[in-house]
């Protein structure tokens, strides 16, 4: 199983970025995936979480901001980040829990099943 994180980079804050996580050796139509990241000098947190019925859950620093999906075509997961702050520097992550969950999302440590190598997106202020 791998999992490929894109489309970070350098932005100013407000800005907007799309980050893409490309899966292989595993189906993610229905599967319970997330979205962490880590700042420097920080534990890594979670951002946004989908279970296996499309249920999404974004956390409060960037809730209304950061949108988590799937296209199941692809095989990939994407969140769509917008009105970037500089706090959200930082390496982003993908993950997937090994099992399906529906109707109640799964947890940050089922999501350590598989991980992606990270992008780096930094926000410039």
Not at 99 to 121: E, I
């Amino acid at each position: 199983v791998h999992l490929v994180e894109s489309g970070g980079g350098s932005v100013q804050a407000g800005g907007s970025l799309r980050l893409s996580c490309a899966v292989s050796g595993f189906t993610i139509s229905k599967a319970c995936m997330g979205w962490f990241r880590q700042a420097p000098g920080k534990e890594r947190e979670v951002v946004a979480r989908i279970e296996s019925s499309d249920i999404t859950m974004i956390e409060y620093a960037v809730k209304g901001r950061f949108t988590i999906s799937r296209d199941s075509a692809k095989n990939t997961l994407s969140l769509e980040m917008n009105m970037l702050k500089p706090d959200d520097t930082g390496m982003y992550y993908c993950a997937a829990a090994d099992r399906q969950y529906y109707g109640v999302m799964c947890s940050t440590r089922a999501l350590n099943r598989f991980w992606g190598q990270g992008t780096q997106v930094t926000v410039s202020s």
